[in-house]
């Protein structure tokens, strides 16, 4: 998507989300940025859209070499300035963009990243736990199968036991809060979802020198919204980056969406003129 004036462009990549989501879902916020005078390009994550291959069977450098592939695409196009590309990038893309290998020269973070992949999906299960008003009882019997499968999803040992546990914890209250017979990859793709259960963003973040912006919400119930600050800021400020910036906004879900728990689709208001303040201040480009 292209600026309507002419000449070069800075640039703004939109990197995905968990999950299956086409080019459509980020259109928005694209335009936004359009608007705001930046070429951005979204595209089909892998096996949705017009985009062959599987998300699922994608591992997470799998993903990073698909946002490597695009600023290395976008500096080869006229439109834009191949000196002053930026990505954005919200959820799941937190733990992306510390690894993507090709130079960029800002960054936009959404509520993703900081606290390991495990923490933030220990949190979510937790969160949803508590509003649905699970007993303690429940609880421990949930964390302990969760336990099961995130051993196995590191190690690959013990496939047959944990397939047992999921076979007996079918008829419980809580065991629909996890579905794990539905997300639980085969024998042959668990090393591509390993990195759930071990990576830690901490040592990737400490080389992190380029501005960048991130953005989090107090009501939050799918990322643990101070650790993954506390541990955003401590990498950063290890990384002796000069340049970063952390908004924290008290009405919003993740992704920046206005509400709580089920909240869907309606932004904060103000969602996108923090960003554009921002890029206009810190994006700037030679």
């Known amino acids: 998507m292209v600026p309507s004036a002419q000449g070069s462009h800075p640039a703004i990549i939109l990197l995905h989300g968990s999950g299956p989501s086409d080019r459509s879902m980020y259109h928005p916020i694209a335009q936004k940025f359009t608007d705001a005078g930046y070429v951005s390009l979204i595209y089909d994550k892998r096996g949705t859209g017009k985009s062959e291959g599987s998300w699922i069977e994608a591992s997470l450098e799998d993903l990073s070499n698909d946002a490597s592939a695009a600023i290395s695409f976008l500096k080869t196009r006229p439109e834009v300035n191949p000196d002053c590309i930026g990505v954005w990038g919200v959820s799941q893309a937190g733990w992306i963009v510390p690894i993507i290998k090709v130079p960029f020269q800002f960054l936009i973070v959404v509520t993703g990243g900081g606290a390991t992949p495990l923490e933030t999906e220990m949190y979510g299960y937790e969160m949803e736990w508590k509003h649905a008003a699970f007993t303690e009882e429940e609880t421990a019997e ?115 969406t206005l509400g709580e728990h089920t909240a869907h689709g309606v932004f904060i208001p103000e969602y996108f003129p923090t960003m554009i303040e921002w890029l206009n201040k810190h994006a700037k480009c030679k």
């Open 142 to 256: 949930a964390r302990i199968l969760l336990k099961q499968y995130f051993d196995y999803l590191r190690t690959g040992e013990k496939r047959s036991e944990l397939l047992q546990a999921i076979e007996q914890s079918k008829d419980k209250k809580w065991y629909l809060s996890l579905s794990l017979d539905r997300i639980l990859p085969s024998d042959e793709n668990r090393k591509n979802w390993q990195w759930v259960a071990e990576y830690d963003p901490s040592s990737d973040i400490r080389k992190i020198k380029t501005p960048i912006l991130l953005l989090f919400g107090a009501k939050d119930f799918q990322t643990p919204t101070d650790l993954a600050m506390k541990k955003w800021e401590e990498g950063l400020k290890q990384a002796q980056n000069p340049d970063f910036t952390i908004r924290v906004f008290p009405n919003a879900a993740h992704a920046m």
